[in-house]
């Protein structure tokens, strides 16, 4: 208890190493307090930690004990520098082999996984405890892994199976020319598949949910497989700081709601002006990523349009009306502006860019064949709004097994109705759907190693994600607005999810910026956006997309696009954070 209420805001003590900082603490249990002071850090392993004074003071405090600390110059040593490289290894690991040696996912994160346990024993065992201790603190880590992994796998599943039922039936090229008729550039379709679509989806489901049909739908409208996921994967940077329903700012910025520095409202604003910027740039950088820059050709006015667009909805919906629509709200609102804009104002379409649709005769309707993703994009959100307005305390019902889960179902209940539109039999259907299964089941291997190695990072046990984040902010100073959009990046990149990022990192913002004087509503606001943003890169929505695709195994050329993309927009919220804190806002909410 005393390293999770210690640590998980601040740090603690590491193999070897001297610090010589000193915090002061404010120590209370029912009416006693007491102020003390003590050194940062021992030398050694954790084991003398534990016989300190300051852990007796907080057994005599007594385990409601309160612990307030400020941050202060400390002395860096190099052992502190071995010890942030320690922390950091499992992510080398993962990105070295994908990315430096080319290897697949698959073969990478076991490797991964072994090394972080060995971490967990060794290294950052931070407490002393015995061999059987740990074995029991991180056993539940290894399950939730697998069980959590098979859940992302079924998702997966569903909209792999729907790909390769409209391929099975070859409704897939009825598909290609019913997008067509409404426009044949496919450069507006590679922004209203690729950007808009995933907006609307987030707020609609989340969950992963927007890489996995939009990534399938751009491969069946005829677009590279590398690219469609890297671009589905970009669409869905900046919607996943509201997430489904706005839950990524209600509950991730809670601890700014609970301590009165902040509303739901201010939250959802600030972080509304980060991303406004995002989808203005976002258009240029997908047209860029799939056709290079002869793509730009007639289409500079579409994509100011669509930036321009998407930019004013989504200031509008995020600061005066709310985080439960903006997301979805902004791209529903963002289609139909951008499909006016092609039918009255047109866009000037080199033959290059043209989508040619097949001479032959059509086998189904617009209706039948895109009646899968049209039941998606019906039913999911009828169910996350439906259900919980008429079922008593509903929300939690469809959660009974994970968020995850009732998105999972909603997706395979989508298949089947699309199936039965398109007239598939049960026979046949059983068929694509074996076929399914034997494409996606190595994912179960990858995701669970990856969602393993998360969990042990972000687990109290070991600290090691609050150790590179706290390390990060201690070196920093002034600049910790910029650096509150890295850490909430690299919290989603290990976590994959930008609520767990906010929640685990809305704290330590808090007290930072209470001790540099700042404001902590822009600096959480820069958090949301770099969580979101690390959806972008991270392994385990990168290797959950390849496989809706069938491209197991080519994440590292996704994840070459999706690096380059998300410098980019980083570089662009970092700059954004430290005017809003420093220049433009502030004294915002205050």
């Not at 805001?9 to 000193?22: E, L, M, V």
């Not at 056709?291 to 007639?298: D, N, P, Q, W």
């Not at 001479?359 to 049209?374: G, H, L, V």
Request: proline share 5%.
């Amino acid at each position: 208890p005393f390293l999770f209420a210690f640590w998980g805001r601040k740090t603690a003590s590491y193999p070897g190493s001297r610090r010589i900082q000193r915090f002061p603490l404010l120590i209370s249990a029912g009416d006693n307090k007491e102020n003390v002071s003590f050194p940062r850090g021992s030398a050694g392993p954790a084991g003398p930690l534990l016989s300190s004074p300051c852990f007796s003071l907080f057994r005599s405090a007594g385990e409601g004990a309160e612990i307030e600390y400020h941050f202060t110059e400390s002395e860096k040593t190099p052992m502190d520098f071995v010890n942030f490289v320690m922390a950091l290894s499992p992510i080398l690991v993962v990105l070295v082999g994908i990315l430096g040696f080319k290897q697949s996912a698959k073969r990478v994160s076991p490797i991964a996984l072994v090394w972080t346990l060995i971490l967990a024993f060794t290294y950052f065992n931070v407490t002393g405890a015995s061999f059987a201790d740990n074995v029991k603190a991180l056993d539940p880590l290894v399950w939730k892994g697998i069980k959590e992994g098979l859940k992302i796998v079924l998702m997966v599943f569903g909209a792999f199976t729907i790909l390769n039922l409209l391929r099975e039936t070859g409704a897939i090229d009825d598909v290609k020319s019913t997008i067509a008729r409404i426009s044949d550039d496919r450069r507006v379709q590679l922004i209203v598949i690729g950007m808009m679509l995933p907006i609307f989806l987030e707020g609609a489901a989340g969950a992963g949910a927007p890489a996995a049909i939009a990534a399938p739908f751009l491969v069946a409208l005829g677009f590279d497989p590398v690219t469609s996921i890297a671009v589905a994967l970009l669409g869905d940077a900046t919607p996943a700081s509201w997430g489904g329903a706005g839950l990524t700012t209600i509950n991730g910025g809670a601890a700014l709601v609970d301590a009165g520095l902040s509303t739901v409202s201010l939250n959802a604003a600030m972080v509304g002006r980060f991303h406004m910027f995002g989808v203005l740039i976002i258009p240029f950088i997908m047209v860029g990523m799939v056709f290079g820059k002869k793509g730009f050709k007639g289409a500079v006015p579409y994509l100011c349009f669509a930036g321009v667009s998407t930019c004013a909805v989504m200031f509008f919906l995020s600061n005066f009306v709310g985080a439960e629509v903006t997301s979805m709200g902004t791209g529903l609102i963002s289609m139909l502006l951008s499909l006016a804009y092609v039918k009255l104002v047109g866009v000037r379409t080199p033959e290059e860019f043209r989508h040619h649709a097949a001479a032959q005769q059509r086998k189904y309707s617009a209706f039948r064949a895109m009646s899968p993703y049209i039941y998606m994009l019906v039913l999911l959100p009828l169910v996350r709004y439906g259900f919980p307005a008429v079922v008593p305390n509903g929300f939690a019902v469809m959660c009974t097994f994970g968020y995850i889960f009732w998105v999972d179902v909603v997706i395979l209940v989508c298949g089947m109705l699309g199936a039965a539109t398109l007239g598939v039999s049960v026979k046949q259907y059983r068929a694509v759907c074996s076929r399914t299964v034997g494409n996606v089941l190595p994912v179960l291997i990858t995701m669970g190693s990856l969602l393993i190695v998360s969990y042990i990072m972000q687990s109290p046990t070991t600290g090691m994600m609050n150790l590179l984040a706290s390390d990060i902010a201690a070196v920093v100073g002034r600049f910790y607005p910029a650096a509150a959009v890295l850490i909430g990046s690299s919290g989603a990149f290990i976590t994959g999810t930008g609520l767990g990022s906010n929640i685990m990192f809305a704290q330590m913002h808090i007290d930072a910026a209470a001790s540099l004087g700042m404001n902590p509503i822009t600096i959480f606001a820069g958090q949301n956006a770099g969580a979101s943003l690390g959806n972008l890169i991270c392994p385990n929505n990168t290797v959950a997309a390849c496989a809706t695709v069938d491209a197991i195994g080519r994440e590292n050329e996704v994840m070459k696009h999706t690096l380059r993309a998300f410098a980019i927009v980083l570089a662009l919220y970092m700059v954004l954070a430290m005017l809003y804190t420093c220049v433009l806002f502030p004294n915002y909410g205050m």
